[in-house]
């Protein structure tokens, strides 16, 4: 059955859902998932998990991500992009220090209020289900991190921007857009978006545009092994009876070993789990190996 990565390339217009249901087809896999939604208007790094790597999407959406995101001032949307409702038309600020000058206080931990227009739950309703049937309700702000907000230059004298916006897992960059542009005092939206980076996997080096992966004649061959996930942990290898142990759920006395998060393969290379180091004895955080 078939088990690993694929970093997609998401086409506009597609949701991230679309992606997984494309995929469930060409690889006969139920089990597709994928860490942290774009927007269909968006693009770039989808990183979607087949099989029993779906274990690890919890771990997959909590990492920073990178976007390239439009700034176009002036407006104010529904949606706090470019594809909503008109609610309002002001003169644009175009003056790029003003701009740049404007993003300062965006830098670090900000307080964000989620969009309607989002899959948050509130009373065990989804945010868009509600706006679609026009119905706003109170949205608590959410702590999320900037930790780089770059002005990158000037789409057009119009007040059309490009932002790179560094962020920790939960920032809507539309929103960032929307309270940009009410800090300006024009209004602002999101005119478009494509994430270059997720799960320290990059568009440029890593991503495969979904129409490679669909008329594929092996797509086995190109899923990444789930490891290169955790590439960023040390690896640790057991002997064959460590292995038996971890297989049944035991744990393990080991010695010479710092504390700290291993990857940890058995003594013909396969990965099993990913562990925790801890006063000489191992344990398991999460298993992968197969049943």
């Known amino acids: 059955m078939p088990s690993g990565i694929l970093i997609i390339d998401k086409p506009r217009d597609w949701t991230s859902m679309d992606v997984c249901a494309k995929l469930r087809g060409v690889f006969h896999e139920k089990r597709v998932g994928h860490a942290g939604t774009l927007d269909p208007m968006a693009t770039g790094v989808l990183p979607v998990f087949l099989g029993r790597a779906t274990r690890a999407i919890q771990f997959a959406e909590t990492g920073e991500k990178e976007y390239l995101a439009g700034l176009r001032l002036g407006l104010t949307t529904s949606t706090q992009d470019s594809s909503g409702e008109v609610l309002e038309r002001r003169p644009a600020i175009t003056d790029w220090e003003r701009v740049h000058a404007a993003l300062l206080p965006f830098h670090g931990e900000i307080l964000q209020v989620p969009p309607m227009y989002s899959a948050i739950k509130i009373g065990g309703k989804k945010l868009y289900e509600l706006a679609r049937r026009g119905v706003e309700v109170e949205r608590p702000p959410r702590a999320v991190t900037i930790y780089d907000l770059e002005l990158l230059e ?20 539309r929103t960032l857009c929307h309270d940009i542009g009410q800090a300006l005092g024009c209004g602002g939206v999101m ?5 270059t980076e997720a799960c320290g996997f990059s568009l440029e080096q890593d991503a495969l545009p979904l129409a490679e992966v669909v008329n594929a004649s092996d797509p086995l061959s190109l899923l990444r092994p789930l490891d290169q996930l955790f590439r960023d942990r040390p690896a640790l290898t057991v002997n064959a009876a460590g292995e038996t142990r971890l297989r049944h759920g035991a744990g393990l006395t080991i010695k010479n070993v710092s504390d700290g998060t291993y990857r940890v393969y058995g003594p013909e290379g396969d990965f099993l789990l990913l562990g925790s180091v801890a006063a000489g004895s191992l344990s398991s955080i999460k298993n992968f190996f197969e049943v």
């Not at 000037?154 to 960059?173: A, H, M, N």
């Not at 005119?191 to 994430?195: N, T, Y």
Request: glycine letters at 8%.
């Open 154 to 173: 000037e789409l057009s004298p119009d007040g059309d921007f490009q932002l790179r916006v560094r962020c920790s897992k939960g920032t809507y960059i």
């Open 191 to 195: 005119s478009s978006l494509i994430r």
